[in-house]
Each structure stands twice: as structure tokens, then as C-alpha cells.
């Protein structure tokens, strides 16, 4: 739905503020963001999944689902998710979930401002 209360995204950076519209103690997407956004489900495991998505992602928000996957299927769900994401996109992954150095190969990690995002790794 694209809805949120305001404690949730108090922590956004000013900039990324303007996609948002302030509807009292809630803050909504604005319809026209929403509307350039995709949801998907799919098996993370699965490379068939992926297959009709390869590169058209610019970023895939993946919070709270790696830290259940054994070491073997965390790869192979990172791999998919690199897959599928632009040679610019971004991996977004919840602030519990650091992905150790075991997985440069796949996403190298950068910061802005006070947030932590992964970046494919061409290597």
C-alpha cells in the first residue's frame, strides 16, 4: 500500500523525503512513485524465479529473510537477487543483517549517510 507511520521513516534522509505525502501521524508513498514500483514474489532458492527479471531491477528490498537461510542458500538467494538488479541496482536488507565478507564476490556494501546498502559486485 505504500502506507507508514511516521516513526517508521523517521530516520530517512531530508532528500527522500519529497516521495512521500504527510497525512498526520501517517506518511504515504506518493501515487505516482508507486506506481513505477513492482512487487514480486518469488523463491529466493529457485533460479527459475528470476529467469523473466534478470537485470530490470534498480533496487530489491530483501529485509528480514536472510538470517533464516543456512550459509549454501543465503548464496544462492544473493546470487538471484544480483541477478535480477541492474549493474547500479541496490540491495536493501534490514539493519540487523550485515552480509559478512564471505559475500563481496556478490554485493560489495556502501554507506549513505547513516544507512548501509549493498551494490553488485562485477566481480
Known sequence: EGTYRS???RDIPKDYREFVKVDGEVLRIR????????????NLIEE???????GRFSAVLCRNVLIYFDPPSKKTALLNLKNILRRDGVLVLSSTEILPSEYRDIFKPFKEGRFFFYRRSEA
Open 48 to 54: 527459475d524465479s528470476f529467469k523473466p527479471f534478470h
Open 7 to 9: 516513526s517508521e521513516l
Open 31 to 42: 501515487e505516482d512513485i508507486k506506481g513505477r514500483v513492482r512487487f514480486v514474489y518469488a
